[in-house]
């Protein structure tokens, strides 16, 4: 079966169950067999046209026929076909129109196999702008009468598809060369003006589903990200886009009618598959356009002034999070391909660190239930409940690579991209409130101790759980922080902010981090000396690159993660918290105070260096001749470049030492053996106040800075 003929449309399904519904009171033409199997009462054996078999005997049959169904028609060859019968039966493909001559096989296998025999490509429709706005003009009138025209005879003739068969073709074949529009940007407001967009849109609630198909990749062509660029045309695509969007559409815009249609597509026809990628792709497309800040500037002039994002409206007119999150955690998902499945997850991940995720998306444990408008939920259990849990089923993917390594290149990615969906998520209070409910908490715990490649993700979603943002009240995180504390977390990270790499997460194989056998290319290089790195390949230097990038991010976090305890444990917190987190500093000589001065001074000479070599680039030349403020952008560099893991170690040994003499005192002669002082640590301290938020833990740094 070649590519062009892998499905067969629902039109043609229908046509196929008409024509089998029709022809089971009649006998059937041909019985295959390839041997004689006995005699059959008005067949005759032989090898012909459709193969070896039993033929049916026509001398016999039109003898019957005329004996005791006088009415009905004899059987005949296909030339005898009267004209209405030798109706053309049709498949929509992506980009072209297939036409396939009518038979009438005796079975439903039969009759695809002969359709995917016999029909013929049929090139469609180019798009003719020679004529301007008046040629786009006369096209989108054709397309209303092609909508029309179908409409009428769906309702005249709904009970014979082979009626209204033409029309469909027609209106397909109008939808099809729109796809070229894509290279005429300058025309997209007119087209939106003639009212197009929204002829399209009401095509995706098409009764036949290739119909809606072929509207949504058609917006996939128009709506492509890659058309922006920053010219005067993208007032067009924004105007394109905020029609398509829905702004004054309310529940009825393209973005939500293309996701109720995931809903109805079927997963067991390929084409209808590949429909629920094509909606994932129209999504992406939507989100990058709107990182553009295009539905803010949109088309005032057509609506009312004001501006929706992506997020809002597949947060508030659809369910697709619910639907993707609760198809991830399917255990049983074998009709979604790894690739499918990828694609699923960088959505989700991108529609989380969305800005506007934080107010739409704030408590995943009341998403909506998965529903469309397309669709009739009347037969939902009444008994079922009225929400999904998407925190559940967050934990549930992730869980199933708690003691595993990824076997793929894809599944790194997708695994990498549901830690980040899950730490994205936690910028929301109430969502860490879901998380610690789920026992969130005690499963990144165990995926950090079995030392895989969740491990890495796991430990960023901890950082952002026990961290949170500066304008969150403390209660969530403080609660989360004891939560780690009372789970085993000191264990855990210790001997990883240790720098103990028998206790880290180790990256997959399919990863470049944890490419081994580039790796071990690399070591025997080393061992060779200077003249070998000399042969190092591109694709070599990426992988030691993101080799270095896996155990130092893993440093950073382990970092955070502590400076996360030291700010909301307190005095009031349970089971002497406080006190078991400060003798863990004190424990084995100190060693844990040895390492955080060592890695203070470690990071503050990273950042003094990143600062250096901003205001040396071109960059800040650059800056400064556009009137950009140069001290702000090198402040940026120099957190980048590790300011902002020496700010809050400077706050983690300031913490260790108001609160123990002990500590202080072995902080002081380690910093003195490293010919420092405490002075390094007051002024992290003040840097750090300088960026923060006015609140409590400001004011607690400023009086730990005056009592060291």
Known sequence: MNTTNSTISSTLDRITSKAIEAGSTKKDLFIPSSTWQGAKPGYVFRTST????????????????????????????????????????????????????????TSAKLLLEQAEREQEEQGRKSLDLSRGKSSLKSIVANLEKSIAKNQMQRSEFSSSPEKFMDSEVALYEEIAQLNDLATSVEYYRYFVELGAVDQLVVLLGHENVDVALAVIRLFVELLDPTLFTGAATDDGLATMATEFLGVGHGKHGGLAMSIANVMRFREDEEEELKGIDDVLNLVENLLDLDQTGMFSQGSSDMHESHSRSVVSVIASSSSLVSYLLTKLADKDLSKWNASLRLHASEVLSAIFQHDDARCYLENLNKLPLVSSSLMDDSNTNPSQSLTVDGMECLLQCIAVYRKVQPESDEECEYIENIFDTLAASLLSEMNIQCFLDGEGIELMLRCINERVHSGFGSLKVLYFALTGLESFQSKCCKVATETFIEAGGFKVIFPIFMGRKAKMPQPSQYCDAGNIELLKKYAAIKENGKQGTKSISNKLKQVIAANKDWYQSIEGFSVHIIYALTKHIDDTSPNDSKARLLAKFIENDGEKCDRVVELCLKYDLKMRQAEFNYYKSDEAEEAEMNGVDVDLAALNSKLQGGGDVFHRLSAIIAFISVNSKRCHRHILEQLHTQNSGIGIIKTGLDEFVGILHNGHHRDELVQFSSQL
């Open 50 to 105: 459709s193969g070896t078999g039993y033929y049916l005997d026509h001398s016999q049959s039109n003898e019957i026929n005329e004996i005791s169904h006088s009415n009905d028609k004899r059987p005949r060859d296909e030339d005898g076909l009267p004209e209405a019968e030798k109706r053309r039966k049709v498949r929509f493909g992506q980009d072209e129109i297939k036409t396939i001559p009518a038979k009438q096989p």
